[in-house]
């Protein structure tokens, strides 16, 4: 258990649909991420938010809209996706920036989306 | 940019046997070099990490060494058991205050009893 829930662990949607996706962390920490692992590539950053401002934003397709509420909370809102869209959806966090000396990221078990 | 290339999987090793993973990187400046392991059905977690050159990073038997001169970082474990079973991804960030955590395309590791 690393502290950073994921939720829901597995989800259908058709390419008309709308949801969206929750992470949770407790642990304190005030950067959180959204990372898409495919197969055969290597895990692409999406979205990071430091203090519950975007801090960083990868080129990411605006059917994908990120939400932080608050530092412990993140969203994936989602809506109009591609069938190339399925993947593991991972959350992580971390206290600071994770180049800091005895920093790093902590990560959920991820959201398996597909996209029919 | 900067970029993670790591050797292709899947590893299939006995138990015991001497573990070798790839990772060589491409980056301007002085990175910071990560090993990460993902277990199945769960996130990643970080295994171990070096920030500057010469610096060996070393975690459950695990070891990997910053090396500048071939711009590498390999992994290494002397003995692996069946829980060493797992996806292993190489990762660097191009300094410390970024929040760019660049990875590798993973390595696929399993261990047969």
């Known amino acids: 258990e690393t502290g950073v829930t994921q939720t829901p662990r597995h989800l259908v949607m058709g390419m008309t649909n709308k949801k969206s996706l929750k992470c949770e962390q407790h642990?304190?920490?005030?950067?959180m991420y959204w990372y898409k692992q495919s197969a055969k590539k290597p895990l692409e950053l999406m979205f990071v938010?430091?203090?519950?401002?975007?801090?960083e934003n990868n080129s990411v397709p605006s059917r994908f809209s990120p939400e932080c509420p608050n530092s412990s909370h993140l969203f994936l809102h989602l809506h109009t996706l591609q069938p190339e869209d399925s993947a593991l959806y991972l959350c992580a966090s971390s206290r600071s920036v994770p180049g800091a000396p005895n920093e790093k990221l902590f990560f959920g078990s991820g959201t398996q989306l597909s996209v029919l | 940019g900067d970029s993670v290339t790591q050797m292709e999987g899947p590893v299939t090793l006995s138990e015991e046997a001497f573990l070798t993973i790839n990772c060589t990187y491409t980056a301007t400046g002085y990175p910071s070099l990560f090993w990460y392991v993902q277990y199945p059905g769960e996130g990643l977690q970080l295994l171990l990490k070096a920030t500057k050159a010469d610096d060996k990073g070393s975690n459950k038997g695990f070891e990997a060494t910053y090396r500048k001169e071939t711009t590498s970082f390999h992994l290494e474990k002397g003995s692996v058991q069946v829980s060493d079973s797992a996806v292993y991804f190489c990762?660097?960030?191009?300094?410390?205050?970024?929040?760019?955590?660049?990875f590798g395309k993973g390595t696929k590791l399993s261990v047969i009893p």
């Open positions: 990762a660097l960030i191009p300094g410390a205050g970024s929040y760019q955590l660049t």
């Open positions: 642990l304190g920490h005030n950067a």
């Open positions: 938010y430091s203090l519950e401002e975007r801090v």
